[in-house]
């Protein structure tokens, strides 16, 4: 291999990880590859339903609040049909909403005991 001169190869040749490549579609996965990728994915796809229960249960417990002060506020930082804070937790023109439960949500769930997954 020739020296490294200000970022680029001599020859012109990168070098590109076998990862990248594997997830570029470039190359085929070896058979012990495609048996890791099927393992992770099974644990995301358990984590993701992990998460969606204490979601389900946070939002549960978040909705049987009735002091008027705090179900205004969570009133106001509903979540939407796009799973964000309906509410103003974002700044600036180009800014996006938070994922909801946002930070105010984060903070009456907080106070009242209620825990959300992270």
């Known amino acids: 291999m020739r020296p490294i001169e200000f970022g680029v190869m001599r020859s012109g040749f990168v070098p590109v990880p076998r990862e990248v490549l ?3 579609g470039a190359i085929e996965p070896t058979a012990e590859e495609r048996e890791q990728a099927e ?3 099974a644990q995301s796809r358990k ?6 229960q204490r979601l389900e249960a ?5 909705a049987e609040i009735s002091d008027p002060l ?8 509903a979540e939407d049909e796009r799973h964000e804070c309906a509410g103003d937790d974002f700044d600036g023109y180009e800014s996006e909403r938070p994922d909801w439960p946002c930070r105010t949500v984060e903070v009456v ?3 009242h ?4 997954p992270s």
């Open 39 to 41: 393992r992770d994915a």
């Open 22 to 24: 594997l997830d570029a």
């Open 109 to 111: 769930a907080a106070h």
């Open 58 to 62: 946070a939002r549960r417990a978040l």
């Open 47 to 52: 984590r993701q339903a992990e998460r969606e």
């Open 70 to 77: 705090t179900r205004a506020i969570l009133d106001l930082h």
């Open 113 to 116: 005991g209620i825990g959300l």
